[in-house]
């Protein structure tokens, strides 16, 4: 089937704008990950969800990052107020646990 | 918590030749999965191969083996018969096993970029 989907592929945000950031995951996959990679780094691990429950969201850098995945299948990882240091690539990834995470091709996020 | 370190941030191979990418982790726990990620200038981040920590045997997929010290914490990538589709950046990711049937983030390493010569 269809791999995991992630939009837009670019944005560009002003400082100061808030932004939403979509992941389809492959249909089935209770498993939901959210990693942030800086140019040149490896992916950082953001926030996970299990179906619909945010079990663990200790990588968010701060309280301008909220997720969220209401009914279990789509996930936005929303920033607030965007800084700079916020510009990355946004990875999601999906899963059937315990099984490989499949990841889309992310988001890159620039704030100028 | 888990590290994992790529020391080497470059590595270029001529075609058809065989390279091998380090990797190094740290941990405290006895059963995990190690993985080797490829991600080419698209940014899909694709699986090559993985490594379950109570097996002795190490991995194989086609051109790409490991070899796992678990002793030495050290779990290195071999890439044979390198081919121009190879280029890319790889990264080495670490993780928990999660007993309770439910899934565990990677922590991965700096990455590492391989080119290939023609």
């Known amino acids: 089937g269809a791999g995991v989907s992630q939009s837009p592929r670019y944005k560009v945000a002003k400082r100061g704008q808030d932004v939403a950031l979509r992941c389809d995951p492959i249909s089935g996959h209770v498993s939901l990950f959210w990693y942030q990679q800086a140019l040149g780094q490896g992916p950082e691990f953001l926030t996970y969800?299990?179906?619909?429950?945010?079990?663990?969201k200790s990588g968010l850098p701060s309280d301008r990052f909220f997720a969220e995945r209401p009914e279990g299948s789509v996930s936005t990882l929303k920033i607030q107020r965007t800084q700079q240091e916020d510009s990355a690539v946004y990875l999601c990834?999906?899963?059937?646990?315990?099984?490989?995470?499949?990841f889309g091709p992310g988001t890159r996020l620039t704030v100028t | 918590a888990q590290t994992v370190t790529q020391s080497q941030p470059e590595m270029s191979v001529q075609e058809a030749e065989t390279v091998t990418l380090s990797c190094t982790y740290d941990?405290?726990?006895?059963?995990?999965?190690l993985f080797w990620y490829k991600q080419p200038p698209s940014r899909q981040m694709i699986l090559v191969i993985r490594q379950e920590a109570y097996k002795q045997q190490n991995a194989t997929e086609n051109r790409f083996s490991v070899n796992f010290q678990k002793a030495a914490k050290s779990f290195s990538l071999k890439i044979s018969d390198s081919q121009l589709g190879d280029a890319a950046m790889y990264f080495c990711?670490?993780?928990?096993?999660?007993?309770?049937?439910?899934?565990?983030?990677?922590?991965f390493g700096k990455g590492i970029t391989l080119s290939v010569r023609p």
């Open positions: 990834a999906s899963s059937a646990p315990p099984y490989e995470q499949y």
């Open positions: 969800f299990q179906n619909e429950a945010q079990l663990d």
């Open positions: 990711a670490y993780r928990s096993v999660n007993n309770m049937g439910a899934n565990s983030k990677l922590t």
């Open positions: 941990t405290s726990e006895s059963d995990y999965y």
